[in-house]
T-cell receptor, first 114, second 114 residues
Framework: KAGVTQTPRYLIKTRGQQVTLSCSPI?????VSWYQQTPGQGLQFLFE???????NKGNFPGRFSGRQFSNSRSEMNVSTLELGDSALYLC?????????????FGNGTRLTVT | AQSVTQLGSHVSVSEGALVLLRCNYS??????LFWYVQYPNQGLQLLLK??????LVKGINGFEAEFKKSETSFHLTKPSAHMSDAAEYFC????????????FGTGTRLLVSP
């Protein structure tokens, strides 16, 4: 079974631009979460989608948004990019929302903002 | 709110030596705990997850973790380190504010010398 697939793997953008990252979950997984990883802040939760609805949102500005499609694929969008948005963005999927259901992560999209 | 603390940002061992990576959790309810590993330029790979009632949890690649409620700990161990174990390890707990939100520790980088 294929794992979580994130595209693209690398992105270079300029301040003020916007960017869209894509995530395809493991087949059959309905929950998709996004995390930001930076050297300074570590791994931080962005948001979670389940059945095309945002279920949880982390403490990020409104420039960060996402959506989930009927096939469970998800996209996240960052508008008006800032230098501090440079990070590894990780997508994770899980089968359901049972408490001990583990999250399975993709290899991430590394975003560099110049 | 749930949280985890990883003691030691770096741990160095010799090949063949015992690996011990420490994680303490804070939780007002039975925790849902996980250990993940991250190799360079990759996402997070699930090593193991805590199952309610268990004290010793076995994971992949020879790793295991011992759950001690009295010490609120979930330390990760491996009897004999391999060079291929060099990576960053993250302890995580499911947030009590949402089923699929993970709160991560700051990570411990394991260095293995020949």
């Amino acid at each position: 079974k294929a794992g979580v697939t994130q595209t693209p793997r690398y992105l270079i953008k300029t301040r003020g631009q916007q960017v869209t990252l894509s995530c395809s979950p493991i087949s059959g997984h309905r929950s998709v979460s996004w995390y930001q990883q930076t050297p300074g802040q570590g791994l931080q939760f962005l948001f979670e989608y389940f059945s095309e609805t945002q279920r949880n949102k982390g403490n990020f500005p409104g420039r960060f948004s996402g959506r989930q499609f009927s096939n469970s694929r998800s996209e996240m969008n960052v508008s008006t990019l800032e230098l501090g948005d440079s990070a590894l963005y990780l997508c994770a999927s899980s089968l359901d929302r049972v408490d001990n259901s583990p999250l399975h992560f993709g290899n991430g999209t590394r975003l560099t903002v110049t | 709110a749930q949280s985890v603390t990883q003691l030691g940002s770096h741990v160095s061992v010799s090949e063949g030596a015992l690996v011990l990576l420490r994680c303490n959790y804070s939780s007002s309810v039975p925790p849902y705990l996980f250990w993940y590993v991250q190799y360079p330029n990759q996402g997070l790979q699930l090593l193991l997850k805590y199952t309610t009632g268990a004290t010793l949890v076995k994971g992949i690649n020879g790793f295991e973790a011992e759950f001690k409620k009295s010490e609120t700990s979930f330390h990760l161990t491996k009897p004999s380190a391999h060079m291929s174990d060099a990576a960053e390890y993250f302890c995580a707990v499911k947030s009590d504010t949402g089923f699929q939100k993970l709160v991560f520790g700051t990570g411990t980088r394991l260095l293995v010398s020949p």
